[in-house]
């Protein structure tokens, strides 16, 4: 079973860009489907983007299509979410969520099994 640990949040101001990162443990992380969420203060966990498998495909929410772009490197046991033109509204915990899913990229919290602890993004205006 992979533990996911991420990394890279900060503070960044509106316009800015910032690129997490979620490594996971093991010998397994190929098998997993990836996801990012996050969290804003009072709100629910949202999906924000997943990634298949092998990476080659790629789902958003429409809040940062074209904005955030998700990868992975199989070799590194890596996820990364790269965040462009931040705005304030994208503060939150960011989580990444996984689950070894036959095929497709599931959008709801409940569908993933394994979580990091979460990495704090905080956009200024």
């Known amino acids: 079973q992979v533990q996911l640990v991420e990394s890279g949040g900060g503070l960044v101001q509106a316009g800015d860009s910032l690129r997490l990162s979620c490594v996971a443990s093991?010998?397994?992380?190929?098998?997993?489907?990836m996801g990012w969420f996050r969290q804003a203060p009072g709100k629910e966990r949202e999906f924000v983007g997943g990634?298949?498998?092998?990476?080659?495909?790629?789902d958003y929410a429409g809040s940062v299509k074209g904005r955030f772009t998700i990868s992975r490197d199989n070799t590194k046991n890596t996820v990364y979410l790269e965040m462009n033109s931040l705005k304030p509204e994208d503060t939150a915990v960011y989580y990444c969520?996984?689950?070894?899913?036959?095929?497709?990229?599931?959008?709801?919290?409940?569908?993933?099994?394994?979580w990091g602890q979460g990495t704090q993004v905080t956009v200024s205006s």
């Open positions: 969520a996984g689950r070894q899913f036959p095929f497709g990229i599931p959008t709801v919290v409940t569908e993933y099994n394994r």
């Open positions: 093991g010998r397994t992380f190929h098998t997993y489907v």
């Open positions: 990634i298949t498998k092998s990476g080659s495909e790629t």
